[in-house]
Structures are given as C-alpha cells and as structure tokens.
C-alpha cells in the first residue's frame, strides 16, 4: 500500500502549482481589465495577504478534524476548480472572488498536509516542502505557454483529470487514520511562545522580500520588452532551483545550525536583489532572480520542521504560524513599500535589498547564545 507521505505531497504540489498561476498571468489581466502596475501589485497582495491571515485559524481548527485525507482533497479540489474558471470572470471583482476563494482552500490545507507529514515521519518534511515548491516552480511556465496557445478557458480540461487521479491515490491510503493524541493538549508554555516568535519573525521578513521578487519578476521583464512566457519562465526556474535549496536548507540546518542557514540566506537575498535591479540582460535578469529564490528557500524547510520541534503536541498550530501567519503578515507589509513606490520600482527593490541586508545584522546580534532558533534540529 502506498504510505501516507506520498499524498499530502502530491496534495501540496497540485494546490501550489495552481495558486502560482496568480503572479505569472498579472501583464495578462493588466491588459485584460485595463489595470496599472500599482492596481495589479495590490490586488495581488490583497489576496495573498487576506487568505494566508487566516491561516492560524485553519491550523487550530485542523487538529480537531480526525479525516485528514478527505480535508486535503476537498480543499485541493476547490483550489483547482476555482481557478480553472478565471478565465470566465466577467470583470476584476469576480476574478478577485475566484482567486480569494481558491487561496482560502490553499491556505487551509497547508498546516492540515504539513501535521499529516510529520506524523508519518519527521525525516519526510523536506519532500513535503520540496512538492509544494516544485508545483509552485511547474505553474508559470505552464500557465503562460497554455494560456498563449491554448487558452485559458480550456483550464477545467486540465484540472478534472488531476483531481480524479488524487481520488484513485486517497482511496489507496484510505485505511489510514490520523489520531491525536492526549498530549495535544498540553499548554504551550511561554518559552515556546518565546521560539516560535523568533521564527516567525524570519519567515515574516523571508516572505516580504522574496514576495517582493515574485510579485514584480514577470512585470519588469514584460516592461524590458521580454514576452509574457518568459516572465513565467523566471518564476518556474527560480522556484524549480528552490527545490533543491530547500533540501540543501535542511542539511545545512542539521550540519551545523538554523541560525547560520537563516544568515546565509539573507545575505545572499540581499545580494542577488541588487544584481536583479541592475540587470539590462535576459541573462543578467534570470541569474539574478534565480538567486533570490535559490536563497529564500533555504529555510523553507528548516524553520517549519524547527517550529514542530518546538511545539511537537501542537504541529498543525506550529504550522500554521510559520507558514500562513508569517507568511500573510510578510505580504502584508508589502503594501508599505506599494503604497509609496509602487510606481517606481527600481526604489522598491533597492529598499527590499535594504531590508534583507539588515535581516543579516539582526540574526547576527540575536547571538549564537541568547538566539532560541540557531540551535541544530535534532
């Protein structure tokens, strides 16, 4: 019988690879619905701050929900069946329904799948992770070559058989259960509190600039002249090489510690960000985005394992804090560097920059001895 770790994670590639069609097709719906960059950048942010908020609630509400299995096919399917419709949007505020709806049932599902992986095994996070970011890594390059020659209104085409094979790999796993356990409700106790807090406040400040590079890649390239696809072919490569990073993530955390991945992965943040803004080349433009997200998901996988650790009675709680809620309130702060710059984006990615680089001196002073979340998972 296939294990249990097989679902969740093709659950988590099927749901991501459909909600990172959002980004990619922004020129598309500019055009579309006669929108500017500014309007286009907080709609987008909008739902992705919105849906992922809630997403601390969803983890609560997860750990009293026995059918696990069933709970991610249902929000996987609304995921996919939402958007297979966009195309159908009679104006931007149904497209606006549609999206948030989707991203609702996305963001439900990612403490549910993440509590189911690390009750089969805690060693089976990374592929979990790993999925997430290779479906979000498949969607723009797809979406944008389907919707260039095919067209996006034959997305449900898409979508039915996909869901279909999810219910043939359910129906092999059926006769798993997830139980909890008495110890669930245990406290959280104030120096847990005190752990988690620290990592939320990594992914928060992950989030805000590598969102920042994914919300205005496919934007600035199609400016430069470049097509539509490529603009989805940067966000495909740069998360496809996430994949891998994320591995490498957990490695590092585990060879040495959470602190010096998180360092390293600020610094070259940082760094790749200033090239990116910069770049005059195709070339140019795709090493440089590419190190971004090479970078960004190093921790993708190391702070969330290192957060169950903290609160192992309170897995799906724990994930959905440094997963959803951090990453909605990173989103969120998006909207103080929109508001301002929203037009001018070579400021906006210099003060992104800015930023990443101070994350790297605020890690540093926490202290290898005062700072909860460099210590090596165990």
């Not at 709970?71 to 149904?94: D, G, H, K, R």
């Not at 089969?120 to 979000?136: D, E, Y």
């Amino acid at each position: 019988m296939i294990e249990i770790h097989l679902f969740a994670p093709l659950n988590h590639f099927v749901s991501d690879f459909y909600v990172s069609f959002l980004t990619p097709l922004a020129p598309y719906f500019m055009q579309k619905y006669q929108v500017d960059t500014k309007q286009i950048a907080l709609f987008i942010t909008a739902i992705s701050f919105i849906s992922s908020i809630f997403q601390i609630l969803f983890g609560a509400l997860s750990e009293r929900i026995e059918k696990k299995l069933e709970l991610m096919y249902i929000l996987t399917a609304a995921t996919v069946l939402l958007i297979s419709v966009i195309e159908f949007a009679p104006n931007i505020f149904v497209l606006f329904l549609l999206f948030i709806m989707a991203f609702f049932a996305n963001s439900a599902f990612h403490p549910t799948g993440a509590a189911v992986t690390h009750s089969s095994s805690k060693k089976s996070m990374p592929f979990f992770v790993a999925a997430g970011t290779l479906g979000t890594a498949a969607g723009p390059v797809f979406i944008t070559l389907f919707s260039s020659r095919v067209g996006l209104r034959f997305l449900w085409l898409v979508g039915l058989p996909i869901l279909i094979v999810l219910i043939f790999v359910m129906k092999l796993e059926s006769s798993y259960s997830f139980t909890r356990t008495r110890a669930e409700a245990v406290k959280i106790t104030l120096r847990q509190k005190r752990l988690l807090f620290d990592l939320w406040l990594l992914v928060t400040l992950r989030t805000l600039v590598m969102s920042i590079a994914h919300l205005y890649a496919p934007i600035i390239s199609t400016q430069k002249g470049f097509s539509l696809v490529f603009g989805g072919t940067l966000l495909s490569v740069g998360v496809a090489v996430g994949v891998f990073t994320t591995m490498l993530g957990s490695w590092l955390s585990n060879r040495f510690d959470n602190l010096t991945t998180n360092l390293i992965s600020f610094l070259g943040m940082g760094t790749a960000l200033l090239l990116f803004a910069n770049a005059q080349s195709m070339m140019i433009m795709l090493i440089s985005y590419v190190l971004v997200d090479a970078f960004g998901y190093l921790t993708m996988s190391s702070n969330l394992s290192q957060a169950q650790i903290v609160l192992p009675n309170h897995t799906s709680f724990a994930s959905s804090v440094v997963m959803g809620f951090a990453w909605a309130c990173g989103i969120g702060l998006r909207f103080f560097l929109i508001l301002p710059f929203g037009d001018n984006v070579s400021m906006l990615i210099y003060s992104t920059a800015l930023i990443s680089f101070l994350m790297v001196f605020v890690v540093f002073l926490r202290g290898r001895e005062k700072c909860p979340f460099h210590r090596r998972r165990t």
